[in-house]
């Protein structure tokens, strides 16, 4: 299969922008994830091909083999060898390097029914979670650039506190503001809610002696109401130490931004990076937790001021103002909202990625039950980084492939993943950086 006829370089790419370290085909050493996440174990039938290469990284040749004359474009290997690939022929002239970008496994077999998440230009949301390190960026950055791609202005937001979507964008988006993504051809723009950065922000603001900072800050979180409305409970004294689930609360804050602000009312997509398992869960309970800490507030602000009001009834002065509660209760029903969102079947999916190793699959069973416990839509399951059927005389490869295999057999046998679409997605032989690669992933995932 030749992928590379398809890759075409988006205007205002910038081969520069992506590096890359060839990998020498050694299968002697157990690899590490991100090792292998760049594939070391290539059988050595292919390793002339990569030698070969003379570009300085393989994404700026990516990238360049749009630009090559159609008769330059690269040719598939042969079908016996069972891999994919992007490119390539290295006698070429000099200017046209090409590269091929071939995974290291057959390509997706389910069909991940993009047909479907494509549809329609009513907003929907994509939250993309599983186990640290299975690649749930680069599936998240791959589907947004494959929404774009399809007319989709589309946003894409990293709530995982370790970011990596300036790594796999090869861009710099972090800061905690929307950034533009260059390549894509409908618009694309990254969000990094940076919490280290936020929580900082927070702590410098509550120690200010008048409260107006931590008004100032929530304000431009989305939650100024709050902090309006709580100030005389002190809310900054109370959030100096900042309590557990604080990046959630502000990952949420962000939500609720999404959903009432207009200039994000062009976002057709939405799709979350989100943090390793653990975090995603608190993120997607805290609506609740948060609707219920509100409702006691109000409880108590009620309790409060109409025994207020009483006492001063009694003494003849005016009634208080009753606008807070009505506030709080404004607040309330946007975190109803969020939950609902999260729970709408029409306009949100989680998708669990996970790679075929036992530890990660039965991770991700948890992950389904707890996310069917929180009434969180999921239908898809993306099994990634697999390995070919070994072409060679890679033992490792071979002893790899079984124990993966082994793991795809559970899943189909897992009560809680079985009923899941299934999308396998192969281990490449690149590592994931820039447009040009995330689209090369998302044509082989996304279909
Ligand atoms: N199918 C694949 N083939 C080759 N490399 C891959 C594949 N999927 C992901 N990778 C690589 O694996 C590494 C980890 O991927 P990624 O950052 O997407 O994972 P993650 O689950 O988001 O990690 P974290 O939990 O640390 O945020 C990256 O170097 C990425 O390029």
Redesign the pocket.
Known sequence: MVYGSSTRAPSGYNPSLYKYQPTNGNCSKTPT??T????TCIPSTFTPILHNLTARNSMTMVGLLSYAPKTLRPLSLPKSFGFSSLSTAAKLPRKFFQLQVR???TPAEAVAGFDDMVAGTQRKYYMLG????????????SLAVKFANNGHPTLVVST?P???LS??FAQDLAGGTLVPVDGPEAPLFALEINPEKAREEFRNVSQKNDGTGVKDFMDGMGLGMLAEQLGDLKLGELLDTPPPGLDEALAISKVIQFLEAPEYSMFTRIVF?T??TGHTLRLLSLPDFLDQSIGKILQLKQKISSATSAIKSVFGQEQPQMGAADKLEKLRERMIKVRELFHDTDSTEFVI?TIPTVMAVSESSRLHASLKKESVPVTRLIV???LPPSASDCKFCSIKRKDQMRALDMIQKDTELSGLTVIQ?????????GVP?LRF?GD??WK
Do not use: F, Y
């Open positions: 994830r991100k292998m996440a760049s594939s995974s290291v496994a599983g186990k640290g390190g299975v690649g749930k960026t680069s599936c998240a950055a995982d370790a970011h990596s790594d796999s990076d943090a390793p990625v990634n980084q697999i997605a192969p281990l490449v032989d690149v590592e994931i950086r690669a992933l082989i995932i």
